[in-house]
């Protein structure tokens, strides 16, 4: 089945959200932030979500030599441009949880600013397989992880939809 893009941005809350800074280097030719851009976004985000989560930064930790997490799938849908020195703040949550797999979505906003209106810019979802790093192959879905998730979103996760 090919993908679609949704015809509204998505809605909820999103508990946290992660402040970005627009570069001056993000921006294209007509001024507005580049759509492959959103992806480094989506990843400051995720990494900002990990840590304010299990209390310490990505990629260190009990179990940083043992397991980690790979980007399977990332998916975007842009809504509106944002402009150099906007205020960008890009919101991440979990939307389902598998076996050996989990995907975040995300809500990019730009608040009011002399350059234009609060808006919604674009949102997106990356699915994230869980790795072992001493096997070299995928794991299980850590229990352990999964609680500290659930725990900071409180709430549990629904399981991954059939496409």
Same mark, same amino acid.
Not at 76 to 100: D, K, M, N, Q, T
Not at 122 to 148: I, K
């Given at each position: =089945?090919?993908?679609?893009?949704? *015809?509204? &941005? !998505? ?18 030719? +007509?001024?507005? $932030?580049?759509?492959?851009?959103? !992806? ?5 985000? /995720? $990494? ?28 975007? *849908?842009? /809504?509106? &441009? ?5 205020? +960008?703040?890009?919101? $991440? ?7 050996s797999a989990f995907a975040l979505e995300y809500l990019v906003e730009v608040d009011k600013s002399p350059?234009?209106?609060? /808006?919604?810019?674009?949102?997106? *979802?990356? $699915?994230?397989?869980?790795? %072992?790093?001493?096997?070299?192959? &995928?794991?299980?879905? &850590?229990? %352990? !992880? =999964?609680?500290? +998730? ?5 709430r549990s996760f629904p399981a991954r939809p059939n496409d």
């Amino acid at each position: =089945m090919a993908a679609t893009a949704r *015809s509204r &941005p !998505l809605q909820g809350d999103f508990r946290y959200r992660h402040h970005i800074e627009i570069r001056y280097g993000d921006t294209d030719a +007509l001024g507005h $932030v580049n759509n492959a851009t959103y !992806l480094s976004y989506f990843e400051a985000a /995720r $990494v900002g979500y990990y840590s304010a989560v299990v209390g310490h930064p990505f990629g260190t930790g009990p179990d940083a030599e043992k397991r980690t997490f790979v980007i399977a799938e990332a998916r975007i *849908s842009y /809504r509106a &441009p944002a402009f150099y020195s906007e205020p +960008l703040w890009c919101g $991440v949550r979990v939307a389902w949880v598998s076996r050996s797999a989990f995907a975040l979505e995300y809500l990019v906003e730009v608040d009011k600013s002399p350059i234009g209106e609060a /808006r919604v810019v674009a949102d997106g *979802s990356t $699915v994230q397989v869980f790795y %072992d790093l001493e096997r070299g192959r &995928p794991m299980r879905t &850590p229990a %352990d !992880l =999964m609680a500290q +998730l659930e725990a900071y979103e409180g709430r549990s996760f629904p399981a991954r939809p059939n496409d």
